[in-house]
T-cell receptor, first 115, second 111 residues
Framework: GAGVSQSPSNKVTEKGKDVELRCDPI?????LYWYRQRLGQGLEFLIY????????KSGLPSDRFSAERTGESVSTLTIQRTQQEDSAVYLC?????????????FGQGTRLTVV | LAKTTQPISMDSYEGQEVNITCSHN???????ITWYQQFPSQGPRFIIQ???TKVTNEVASLFIPADRKSSTLSLPRVSLSDTAVYYC????????????FGGGTRVLVKP
């Protein structure tokens, strides 16, 4: 497809289980972002990948959170030993960063519910 | 990292112009100002971006004064479908163009 694709769209998991969220960015986009959005809140930055540079992990809330990106393609966000406080929508975005172009395109998000 | 401050919420009526002002007092020389719109249950969508003076597209206008310490997003003649959260961001060029969102402004358009 032409847009950013995230899967699954919804995930219900039991407390303590690990979850893996997937993001397929727009082809050719060198930058990829992960955000967390709790109900009624703004977007909380988690991690940022830019080309071959080391990722900016400054937003990851704890060591239970990790993310990987293969080259300039798919990214996975992993949450280990999930807690109820992890319940949120996880949004992925990608963008070109060459020149002045920085429009980020977002996926529809993965709604994670930890029960 | 330039922090942004914008009103939490605004109410308007159909057909009116809505202006949302964002403060970014410590914006860096190379930073751009970007606005996104988010509808419920959707990811944010890019609206407009500018560096200085005025930028206009089919959706909105962006006014940036000479000191660049603030910016105003103007939505002309809003309709009910413009009800959304609007985010002001400063694109952090020193951090490789990382996008950091604040709390946004919740705009409610009433009939």
């Amino acid at each position: 497809g032409a847009g950013v694709s995230q899967s699954p769209s919804n995930k219900v998991t039991e407390k303590g289980k690990d979850v893996e969220l997937r993001c397929d960015p727009i082809s050719g986009h060198t930058a990829l972002y992960w955000y967390r959005q709790r109900l009624g809140q703004g977007l909380e930055f988690l991690i940022y990948f830019q080309g071959n540079s080391a990722p900016d992990k400054s937003g990851l809330p704890s060591d239970r959170f990790s993310a990987e990106r293969t080259g300039e393609s798919v990214s996975t966000l992993t949450i280990q030993r999930t807690q109820q406080e992890d319940s949120a929508v996880y949004l992925c975005a990608s963008s070109l960063t060459s020149g002045d172009s920085s429009e980020a395109f977002f996926g529809q998000g993965t709604r994670l519910t930890v029960v | 990292l330039a922090k942004t401050t914008q009103p939490i919420s605004m109410d308007s009526y159909e057909g009116q112009e809505v202006n949302i002002t964002c403060s970014h007092n410590n914006i860096a020389t190379n930073d751009y100002i970007t606005w996104y719109q988010q509808f419920p249950s959707q990811g944010p969508r890019f609206i407009i971006q500018g560096y200085k003076t005025k930028v206009t597209n089919e959706v909105a206008s962006l006014f940036i004064p000479a000191d660049r310490k603030s910016s105003t997003l103007s939505l002309p003649r809003v309709s009910l479908s413009d009800t959304a959260v609007y985010y002001c961001l400063v694109r952090d060029t020193a951090a490789g163009n990382k996008l950091t969102f604040g709390g946004g402004t919740r705009v409610l358009v009433k009939p």
